[in-house]
């Protein structure tokens, strides 16, 4: 196969969503409580951070939902916050929560380790920032409004969540 150049133009299906569910389940299956989200979390910041954030974001902004991936979210959000805090503090990391959103067992430790590490959370996305992370699914109440905040938002914007279907 092919390597061919990533575009923010165009997106980019690695896998099906059933063949995604069944990674995660086998993955999951092998490994102690949390580490997948772990895994998962930290290569979001990665990428998040390799993309377009490094050195010259001021504000990132991570809509999370009502699931797991919005588990993914937190802990990238607890790294992108650490290592901006490593490296001065220039750059405010918000996580708005939709409201209402349950949080899977999976994600509790994820919000936890969040909220301890200071991270800000917030009722609404802040006004202005330099990137997003949020979801492309079917949204319902104050969530449905954040996809085209992010769609229509002149920031660079990487989403990790897979679509309901």
């Known amino acids: 196969m092919a ?8 997106r980019e299906a690695l896998h099906s969503v059933g063949a995604i569910r069944e990674i995660e389940r086998a993955a999951a299956a092998t490994l102690s409580h949390h580490t997948l989200m772990a895994r998962a979390g930290l290569a979001v910041a990665e990428l998040a951070q390799a993309l377009a954030l490094a050195p010259h974001a ?12 919005g588990g993914d979210g937190l802990v990238a ?14 750059c405010n990391v918000v996580v708005t929560l939709s ?8 994600a509790v430790q994820a919000l936890n380790d969040t909220r301890s590490a200071d991270v800000r959370f917030a009722e609404e996305p ?12 079917a949204l319902e109440g104050q969530l449905a409004r954040w996809p085209g905040l992010l769609q229509w938002s002149p920031s660079p914007c990487l989403c990790i969540a897979v679509p309901a279907a």
């Open 3 to 10: 390597l061919r150049r990533v575009s923010e133009r165009r």
């Open 58 to 69: 001021r504000c990132i902004w991570l809509a999370r939902g009502p699931g797991s991936n």
């Open 77 to 90: 959000a607890k790294h992108l916050h650490q290592w901006a805090q490593a490296a001065g503090g220039h």
């Open 99 to 106: 409201t209402g959103a349950t949080i899977p067992p999976d």
């Open 126 to 137: 802040p006004q202005t920032r330099d990137f997003g992370i949020g979801a492309t699914r």
